[in-house]
């Protein structure tokens, strides 16, 4: 029995290391450069603030401003004091890309303003994923246009599970820039969760650059870029495919991604192969 209690209290100790071992070298890495926060003035209409969560945009008018995800945490807070700043008395919607509360945190803020989600959700989904504080105030089944100054805004719930059974990409014609929320990411592994849809992905990203003239793309995370964010992204769920299916080819296709933004088990090339297999 005392034989028994001290292999199983090295086993116990051994496992304690292995996960502050990825807190420490994985993890927290990942969260402090995930709080981090750069403002982009796009323009003088539209700022771009990167990080805090999902990126977000702030785009006005003469009379109303839009806020494109709100953040979490501390970033939330320093968005709306922002968004305060630019809007005045103006009335602000914001559109939330989809449920997750990295993006959504920071509803909150908006008591009396118009918050948009994508229309599949459930109110109770909402809550159980975010809290009623949270809570949108209107859903989006299908599209709606949005006339902004000089711009034109399309925003689409894109009726189909990728990330998440709601996702919503926001596009402006006149700057031909796309913010698109988790469906498509800049350099970062995803977060696969639930009922995602690696062929989902892969089906929108081939998509969406039929259906608007995409020169520029505010990914949910990672760098503002072109065209090739969308390839890059698509190849990732293609090469995690076979990685999935040939074993042979596992190691070859995760060492490809080893610069990308991620986090063993959960955001990682491992995980996304883990999650197709499991899958089928």
Sequence with gaps: MKTFVKVFGVIIFVLILAASSVYWVYVRPFMVKMKQTTTIKYDKELTIVIGGGGNSGILTSDSLVIVIDTKM??????????VKDIAGNKPILVLNTHIHPDHTN???NYKGQTILAGGNYTAEQWKKENGEETMPTKWLKDKM???MGD????????????????DIVVFLHRRKMLFSGDVILNKQ??????????DG?????????????????VPGHGEIGGMEVITSFRQYFIDMKT??????????LVEKYKDWNQV???????ATINFIRDMN
């Design 73 to 82: 945490d501390n970033a939330a807070d320093d968005l709306y004091k922002m």
């Design 106 to 108: 920071g509803n909150k």
């Design 145 to 147: 246009i949005i006339p």
């Design 151 to 166: 711009d034109t805004l399309t925003v689409l719930n894109l009726e189909k599970t990728i990330h998440t059974g709601s």
């Design 189 to 198: 592994a995803p977060a696969l969760f639930g009922n995602a849809n690696p």
């Design 201 to 217: 992905y892969i089906e929108a990203m081939d998509w969406l650059p039929k259906q608007f003239d995409i020169q520029k793309i």
């Design 243 to 252: 990685a999935a299916a040939n074993g042979d080819k596992e190691d070859e």
């Design 264 to 270: 063993p088990h959960v955001m990682s090339p491992g």
